[in-house]
C-alpha cells in the first residue's frame, strides 16, 4: 500500500530539517566543450518532441518543454514523483552561439544539441606588420 501523505510528518519534524533533502533538477543538463562547439545532453523523460522549444540569443540557450502524463479518467494516480507541466532551463555559455548552425536530436528521452560557437568569438591570429617606427600620436 502507497501513503500518499503523512499526517505525524509536521509534529515530528516542524521546521523540516530532519527531512531535509536534495530535489534533482527537473531538467539535468551535461555541457561538454568540443573543439568550436557546445555539446549539451537535456534528460526530457516523458516530452514528447513536438512540446520541445529551444531557442539561442547570443550566448545563453533557453530550453523549454511540457512533459505531460496520461489522460486516461480511469487512472487513479497513487504517486507522483515525474515532474509534469512546462519546464524551463536557461544556460549561460562562455561564447556567443552561431544560431544559424545549431543541430538538436531528440533520441530515448534525452535532447542532444550541437551548438557551434559563432565565428566573430572565436580565437583568430593577428598577423603584425613590419614598417617604420612611429609614434602614438600620429595614428
Do not use: C
Not at 479518467?73 to 514523483?81: C, D, H, I, R
Not at 535532447?111 to 617606427?133: D, F, M, S, T, V
Amino acid at each position: 500500500m502507497i501513503l500518499r501523505t503523512d499526517p505525524f510528518r509536521d509534529f515530528r519534524d516542524p521546521f523540516g530539517i530532519l527531512s531535509a533533502t536534495v530535489r534533482p533538477a527537473p531538467m539535468p543538463v551535461d555541457v561538454y566543450r568540443k573543439d568550436d562547439a557546445y555539446l549539451v545532453q537535456v534528460n526530457l523523460p516523458g516530452a514528447v518532441a513536438d512540446s520541445i522549444d529551444v531557442s539561442v540569443r547570443r550566448n545563453v540557450i533557453t530550453i523549454s518543454a511540457q512533459p505531460a502524463r496520461p489522460e486516461d479518467g480511469t487512472l487513479e494516480l497513487l504517486l507522483n514523483e515525474r515532474p509534469v507541466g512546462t519546464m524551463t532551463r536557461s544556460i549561460a555559455l562562455g561564447e556567443e552561439i552561431d544560431a544559424a548552425e545549431v543541430q538538436a536530436d531528440y533520441v530515448d528521452g534525452v535532447l542532444l544539441l550541437h551548438l557551434p560557437i559563432a565565428e566573430a568569438a572565436r580565437p583568430r591570429r593577428i598577423n603584425i606588420r613590419q614598417g617604420e617606427k612611429q609614434e602614438l600620436s600620429s595614428r
